[in-house]
């Protein structure tokens, strides 16, 4: 009997154990928390219909039905006949194969779909797999949609042999047609991926997003432990551990995943509405005359303000909608240069910048803002991603210059800044660069091969930093006033000598004084910018572009131009 108005104990089907942590689980609750562990905060694995679910808009999944086919190309026979394994994982999953396909919305915005069940089979990538996933990838291509795979796979299936094998590449071609074609696509990498999907179509989207816990890799922990027999470390292969080296963009929690997709795939929307809010430009955005006396040596100290905003700062205020994306796919994920996809008033964009930090602890943790290479190359992959889908690029501008330590050379340094500059100069997308602090030397010069370079009225350009120069002329640090304004260092020579073409008012006294006010200003330039250059012919963009550099030279020593109001420019 139970007492009138207490609700009955659950019976015992209705608890479960976390099988990381072994605490019991009420499945109701367990549902609620999105199959995600309360006490341990492990991420239970989840079946393709139930990940369905808890990514797109209710009720707006539309699933493709494949024609079935003969699904057993070798007659192969173990312990059991093949066909007879493939029924049974079929009765299981309650899947006819390892992923399903379909069309949905998610966050309003159509989707393709594809998403893995590590129920039927282990996930494994056979045939009609491989023929799933890329007809997933054709229907995209043929709505001209975005496509989300969601992949949870042990690798290849065994039982197909190399029939199974050539999937990885029938995959990957239509992952490169979609790329081709510059379409958006994301894959969430769910525990576990393995083998054939992970060295495909899972680490080919134009973003990498892992899911918390997940473990990601080629070779499983086991094959590779019994390969080299050697320790592993304890979090190898988990998604924490793919973002620290960095080969994926982002790792999410279950509940942060759908939040996530909605942005990046509004971000992505080839035909983005402008903004509804502020709209029209800032009328109220000063043009500015940089006060041709400055000294050098005053723009230099206020450049490097330990208060005056950063990258980061700018990314808060002067821009709309901000999502980082980690890494250069090959070694690591620099912090001393930040990037993703923006969106500021109404432009979709990529935006590249250095980051210093303001506490010494922000500081030592972001290099003081030196990146090293894989900084860079993390800047030209976003850069690639740019190209791809059409979105201009702005870059953000304030260090000392590229890091200088021995790792730095040995991961080649001089190669990436080349390769960068280099990639920058022919992008065929509008680049507009703002210096807002220091620009010391080609680590400040990489984000600066642009169609616009705007500078700060307290920020400069230089070949090398004044105490550098001053050491090596002067034989003393201590000249470094002296060098600076031997350099001439400051807004208005760059501007006069036709490298800058605009300079950026700031708040009285400098940047750091009101930093809001010091983002209104930028986000107005970089705005003005943006609206000018939007719709260019690209061969029209690279042929001004070209032009650009070509002109900066010197005339007998006298400047380009002479300084005039600046913003707006007349170009």
């Known amino acids: 009997m139970t007492t009138p108005g207490v609700s009955a104990p659950p019976a015992p089907t209705d608890w479960t154990s976390c ?26 694995r989840l079946g ?22 003969e699904g057993d190309p070798l007659g192969f026979t173990d312990l059991r006949a093949y066909p007879d394994r493939l029924q049974d994982a079929a009765h299981r999953s309650g899947e006819s194969e390892a992923v399903v396909v379909g069309v949905a919305t998610i966050g309003g915005t159509p989707v393709v779909l594809a998403v893995m069940d590590f129920g039927f089979l282990g996930g494994s990538m056979g045939v009609e797999v491989g023929r799933r996933v890329s007809g997933a990838a054709e229907l995209a291509l043929e709505r001209c949609l975005p496509l989300l795979a969601v992949c949870a796979s042990g690798g290849a299936r065994m039982q197909e042999g190399v029939f199974s094998l050539f999937q990885m590449a029938r995959v990957s071609e239509a992952f490169g047609r979609l790329r081709e074609a510059g379409l ?19 680490t080919l989207a134009s973003v990498l997003v892992g899911e918390r816990g997940a473990h990601v890799g080629f070779a499983g922990p086991r094959v590779v432990q019994e390969t080299i027999r050697a320790e ?25 995943l759908r939040p996530l997709l909605v942005r990046l795939l509004a971000l992505h929307a080839p035909d983005r509405p402008r903004g509804e809010v502020d709209e029209e430009p800032d009328p109220t955005a000063p043009d500015v005359t940089p006060p041709p006396d400055s000294d050098p040596w005053d723009v230099v100290q206020r450049a490097r303000v330990v208060d005056r905003p950063t ?24 912090p001393a240069l930040i990037g993703g996809v923006a969106s500021i008033g109404g432009h979709s964009v990529v935006v590249l910048g250095h980051e210093k ?43 000392p210059g590229a890091h200088p330590g021995p790792e730095a050379e040995e991961h080649g340094q001089s190669h990436a800044i080349a390769e960068i500059i280099m990639r920058s100069s022919r992008l065929r997308v509008p680049v507009v660069s703002v210096v807002t602090g220091e620009g010391g030397s080609g680590g400040a010069l990489a984000l600066c091969t642009s169609d ?14 004044p105490e550098g120069c001053a050491a090596i002329l002067w034989r003393t640090a201590t000249a470094a006033p002296t060098a600076a304004r031997a350099m001439r260092l400051g807004a208005a020579h760059l501007y006069r000598s036709g490298i800058a073409t605009s300079v950026v008012a700031e708040p009285p006294g ?21 609206d000018e250059l939007a719709g260019q012919d690209v061969d029209a963009l690279l042929a001004a572009r070209s032009r650009r550099f070509s002109r900066i030279d010197v005339d007998d020593g006298r400047p380009v131009r002479a300084l005039q109001p600046v913003l707006p420019v007349e170009r």
């Open 19 to 44: 099988p990381a942590c072994g605490w019991l689980l009420y499945r109701r609750r367990l549902e609620r928390d999105l199959h995600v562990c309360p006490e341990c905060d492990a991420h239970l």
């Open 232 to 256: 592993l470390p304890s979090d190898f292969q988990t998604a924490e551990f793919l973002l620290a080296h960095g080969l994926v963009d982002r790792v999410e929690s279950r509940a942060e």
């Open 452 to 465: 616009r370079l705007l500078v700060l009225e307290n920020a400069y350009l230089s070949v090398i930093s």
């Open 48 to 69: 393709a219909r139930a990940r369905i679910d808890q990514l797109v808009d209710p009720e707006s999944f539309a699933e493709t039905v494949f024609p079935e086919r």
């Open 510 to 530: 400098g940047a750091h004084t009101d930093p809001a006010e010091a983002a209104r200003l930028l986000r107005a330039a970089v705005r003005r910018e943006l």
């Open 311 to 334: 990258t980061s700062d700018y990314l808060h205020t002067a821009f709309d909608d901000f999502v980082e994306l980690h890494g250069d796919r090959a070694f690591g994920d620099d």
């Open 184 to 202: 958006f696509s994301v894959c969430v990498l769910t525990d576990p991926t393995y083998g054939g999907v992970s060295a495909s179509f899972a």
């Open 357 to 399: 930090g303001h506490s010494v602890r922000e500081r030592v943790a972001h290099e003081f803002g030196m990146p090293h290479p894989e900084g860079y190359r993390k800047a030209m992959r976003l850069l690639g991603h740019a190209e791809v889908h059409g979105l201009p690029v702005v870059t953000l501008v304030d260090t």
